[in-house]
């Protein structure tokens, strides 16, 4: 139960930690989820997730994000936990150009205090491409500690693909690699992680279906017993044909989402229900308030 619903928080803007620790825009659940791709130009989100009870009324509230968007490009994005108390605010800069490319992600705590910077260096011949991310970590609760500083080199090939990330410690000695393999048509088949001694940490496996959407998203890591069999774990995805999820599987766990639109199409109140056992379960209610650009 608390993988699925670590998931659905997930779907409803809470993957921001999950996102800190990808420092490539490619990565971002932000910029690839169908969640966040909206139809007409978008001023601001604002989005609470709820718990359902068994007559589909909302219950508690567990989470609140809100995002801000200036010509169709995010600028903020606020977390509130309000189970755990805790806020996160992300703040993105983009470089000056025709062509969107990010400058800068910062994050701040409640107290408005930055912990994380990463600015982005680019290709000269390949001027669109990420080739270096410059990182810093701000210990808060020190007062006078300067910051951790490490970078992470993208490694593009001939053509401007991207084949890995390195990531450097402060001290410039390696720390982990993400590489990449891709399908003929472009797209990222899968995601592998290495520590600094080149042992296999975890492959991230990606499937797609019609329309170049992602339908399987395979992870395996390995046991922490050695002897036994790496551990796998499979989320399947359907799709209606408006292109939201309408069902998802996480291992044995179905769920189905059923959605309600606003005039412009995009979904305003989206209620997940577990299938077990043949029964639908009411497990939880998420409502966005949009507000669009004039």
Not at 116 to 144: C, G, P, S
Request: contains cysteine; negative net charge.
């Amino acid at each position: 139960m608390k993988k699925v619903f670590i998931f659905c928080i997930c779907m409803s803007y809470a993957f921001v930690q999950a996102q800190n620790f990808d420092y490539h825009p490619a990565d971002w659940p932000l910029l690839n989820d169908v969640d966040f791709k909206f139809k007409s130009t978008v001023k601001e989100v604002e989005s609470t997730t709820y718990s359902m009870n068994e007559k589909e009324e909302k219950t508690e509230a567990w989470q609140k994000d809100v995002l801000v968007f200036k010509n169709n490009l995010i600028h903020k994005w606020t977390q509130e936990d309000l189970q755990f108390k805790q806020n996160f605010t992300q703040v993105y800069t983009y470089m000056d150009g025709d062509v969107p490319k990010f400058k800068s992600r910062e994050i701040f705590d409640a107290k408005n205090q930055l912990i994380d910077q990463a600015n982005y260096i680019y290709d000269k011949e390949h001027e669109d491409l990420i080739t270096e991310i410059q990182v810093k970590e701000f210990a808060t609760h020190l007062t006078d500690a300067p910051p951790l500083e490490y970078k992470v080199d993208v490694v593009l090939d001939k053509n401007g693909q991207r084949q890995k990330d390195i990531y450097y410690s402060p001290t410039g000695k390696l720390k982990n690699e993400i590489r990449l393999t891709y399908y003929p048509n472009g797209l990222v088949a899968s995601k592998q992680r290495y520590d600094r001694e080149n042992n296999w940490v975890m492959t991230d496996s990606i499937v797609y279906g019609p329309m170049m959407r992602k339908t399987k998203d395979i992870i395996v890591y390995p046991n922490q017993n050695p002897e036994e069999e790496p551990v796998l774990v499979s989320m399947e995805y359907t799709y209606a044909k408006n292109g939201l999820i309408e069902e998802f599987k996480l291992q044995e766990t179905e769920m189905e989402f059923v959605y309600k639109l606003d005039e412009k199409g995009n979904w305003i109140e989206r209620r997940s229900y577990m299938l077990e056992k043949g029964a639908r379960k009411p497990y939880q209610l998420i409502e966005r308030k949009i507000t669009y650009a004039k």
